[in-house]
């Protein structure tokens, strides 16, 4: 069969920090070509869509999927499912990936039969199945798959994170992808699920809170075969378990691998396996991204973020004495007035790490959606992509953005534009010597992207597709697992030894 894997276009942030490879869809395109299918895939983080019209009429695929990872990405890809209909009545359509995979009903009556099928959980273990069944009625017994007429068994896990390799060389522009000096970079996966249950995430409860780990071998392996300098670890938390940690530099170590990586982790775990950390700076961890959230114990603890402002602060102090460019980030709250927006200018400000603000947002799969599903203001899936604010705010809405982008802008100074580019000119020398552009633009795209009249407006487009809303829940606790794609395997699929296991169950306060 002929299958062709698309990735739509790229969100806000996309537009100026970063753009990074579809590393989920690669793996679903991989499993795809091991069952002997002639895959092709196509990203519109890279590609002009031009590309995938193109495609549609020229290659005729019989099968088309897509990566519908963003909650804000979904109309567009509903638009790009129905024009591929008109064009190919008889194309298999399928959507999957992360925010579909929780609101797979409301997709497929946007798309109005545009779509077969959406296949909730994890892609690679199922899309073999799936393609096998065609259009044909057999498509609703698939684990995870729903479609009009039905729902298969629930999603599986694949057996082993190892078993499938991303199909890498299928995309088109990898010198594309980059994440600040990492220029271009690669993606790779050294462990999936997350063990935590912050209130606003979903990445817990898509993954049933479970915690896999990919043979350390096999990274190493997976590693060496990328051409690219830079690596950006794509694992919700980095490091959680020590062992897994040191077993991987041993194993890059001897194939002596060198690489310069970005990770995201929290910091009572940067705090508890120091070592890990400190040997893989010297592996060449250059980025570490820490999830700080909020600077008061009380948003902390609303967050059930589990961990104290003393932890944050220590691990901040210990990220710098890292050497490595540290990023934080901040939840920015609908109720923030212009003096909250100002405390936390004043203390960005003075610290000397990269600062992202994120606006507090309910997505579908996690905690705080049912509960705040009925304040929402606006029910646009474009808005949902952590930039704009989809709940009542307490300064009137131009000037909440206003508040917003200004903070944004102050923080961004530190780490773009002329000062940047004097503290990185030896870095930004090589990467143009070598042909590759993305970092330097990145300097300079911020006011292009970031505009508060421009997020403004954006609530004033006209909707075609409207999240919909159950009845209000009541308060979550009673039927977590109603909240979950994969339900909750248990303690055997954590892969976390007792050590570690305790350290999660006791800052999880259990
Ligand atoms: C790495 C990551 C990023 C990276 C890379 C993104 C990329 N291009 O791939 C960066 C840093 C760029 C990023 C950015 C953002 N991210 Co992000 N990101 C993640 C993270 C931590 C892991 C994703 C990943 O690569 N996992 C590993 C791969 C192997 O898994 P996967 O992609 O999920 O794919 C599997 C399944 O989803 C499925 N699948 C995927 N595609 C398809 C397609 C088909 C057809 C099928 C059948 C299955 C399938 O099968 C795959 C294999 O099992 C997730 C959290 C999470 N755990 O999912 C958040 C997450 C997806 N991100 C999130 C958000 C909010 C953002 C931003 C909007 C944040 C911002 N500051 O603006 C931006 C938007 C970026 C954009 N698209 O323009 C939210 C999504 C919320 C939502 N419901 O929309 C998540 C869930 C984090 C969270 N805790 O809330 N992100
Ligand atoms: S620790 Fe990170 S990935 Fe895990 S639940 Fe909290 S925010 Fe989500």
């Known amino acids: 069969m002929k299958l062709l894997c698309v990735h739509p276009g790229p969100l806000m942030y996309t537009r100026v920090f970063l753009r990074l490879e579809p590393l989920g869809l690669e793996l679903v395109a991989g499993a795809a070509r091991d069952a002997g299918h002639d895959v092709r895939l196509i990203d519109l983080q890279a590609e002009n869509p031009r590309a995938f019209h193109r495609m549609l009429r020229a290659w005729r695929p019989d099968a088309l999927c897509f990566s519908g990872n963003y909650l804000a990405n979904v109309p567009e890809i509903v638009d790009l499912a129905r024009a591929a209909r008109a064009v190919l009545p008889d194309c298999l359509i399928i959507v999957g990936g992360h925010s579909v995979s929780f609101i797979a009903r409301d997709v497929l009556a946007h798309a109005e039969?545009?779509?077969?099928?959406?296949?909730?959980?994890?892609?690679?273990?199922?899309?073999?199945?799936?393609?096998?069944?065609?259009?044909?009625?057999?498509?609703?017994?698939v684990p995870g798959a729903v479609t009009a007429a039905g729902e298969g068994p629930p999603p599986r896990f694949v057996e082993r994170l190892d078993a499938v390799r991303p199909a890498r060389d299928l995309l088109h522009h990898r010198r594309r992808y980059?994440?600040?000096?990492?220029?271009?970079?690669?993606?790779i996966e050294f462990a999936r699920g997350c063990p935590w249950d912050c209130?606003?995430?979903?990445?817990?409860?898509?993954?049933?809170?479970?915690?896999?780990?990919?043979?350390?071998?096999?990274?190493?392996?997976?590693l060496a075969r990328l051409r690219e300098p830079g690596v950006f670890i794509v694992d919700d938390v980095a490091f959680v378990h020590e062992r897994h940690g040191m077993?991987?530099?041993?194993?890059?170590?001897?194939?002596?691998?060198?690489?310069?990586?970005?990770?995201?982790?929290?910091?009572?775990?940067?705090?508890?396996?120091?070592?890990?950390?400190r040997r893989w700076r010297g592996l060449g961890l250059e980025y570490m991204f820490l999830g700080l959230e909020a600077i008061d114990a009380e948003r902390l603890k609303l967050f059930r973020?589990?961990?104290?402002?003393?932890?944050?602060?220590?691990?901040?102090?210990?990220?710098?004495?890292l050497g490595v460019m540290v990023a934080i980030n901040i939840i920015a709250d609908p109720s923030w007035d212009r003096a909250r927006f100002a405390a936390v200018r004043a203390w960005c400000m003075e610290i000397p790490e990269i600062v992202n603000l994120s606006v507090t947002t309910?997505?579908?799969?996690?905690?705080?959606?049912?509960?705040?599903?009925?304040?929402?203001?606006?029910?646009?899936?474009?808005?949902?992509?952590?930039?704009?604010a989809v709940l009542p705010t307490t300064l009137p809405l131009d000037e909440f953005y206003t508040e917003l982008v200004e903070t944004q802008r102050i923080l961004s100074r530190k780490h773009l534009g002329w000062a940047a580019l004097r503290d990185t000119l030896g870095i930004a020398a090589a990467r143009l010597a070598r042909g590759q552009t993305n970092f330097v633009?990145?300097?300079?795209?911020?006011?292009?992207?970031?505009?508060?009249?421009?997020?403004?407006?954006?609530?004033?487009?006209?909707?075609?597709?409207?999240?919909?809303?159950?009845?209000?829940?009541?308060?979550?606790?009673?039927?977590?697992?109603?909240?979950?794609?994969?339900?909750?395997?248990?303690?055997?699929?954590?892969?976390?030894?007792?050590?570690?296991?305790?350290?999660?169950?006791?800052?999880?306060?259990?």
């Open 362 to 388: 309910p997505y579908p799969g996690t905690e705080i959606w049912p509960e705040q599903q009925a304040k929402l203001t606006t029910r646009d899936y474009r808005l949902f992509d952590i930039q704009h």
């Open 247 to 277: 077993a991987i530099a041993d194993a890059i170590e001897r194939r002596g691998i060198r690489k310069q990586y970005y990770l995201e982790t929290r910091a009572d775990v940067l705090l508890r396996n120091k070592e890990v950390f």
């Open 305 to 321: 973020k589990r961990v104290t402002l003393d932890d944050s602060f220590a691990a901040l102090e210990f990220a710098r004495s």
């Open 199 to 222: 209130t606003f995430c979903s990445a817990w409860t898509f993954y049933g809170r479970s915690y896999r780990t990919a043979d350390p071998e096999w990274i190493a392996d997976e």
């Open 178 to 187: 980059f994440i600040g000096t990492l220029d271009p970079c690669a993606s």
């Open 113 to 141: 039969g545009a779509i077969d099928c959406v296949l909730r959980g994890e892609g690679e273990a199922a899309i073999a199945p799936l393609l096998a069944c065609g259009r044909g009625a057999g498509l609703a017994g």
């Open 441 to 510: 633009r990145m300097l300079w795209k911020f006011n292009s992207v970031y505009d508060a009249r421009q997020q403004l407006a954006d609530h004033a487009r006209p909707v075609r597709y409207e999240l919909s809303c159950p009845a209000p829940a009541p308060a979550i606790g009673a039927d977590k697992r109603a909240l979950f794609i994969h339900q909750p395997p248990g303690r055997r699929a954590r892969a976390l030894d007792d050590a570690t296991e305790r350290f999660v169950d006791a800052t999880r306060g259990a």
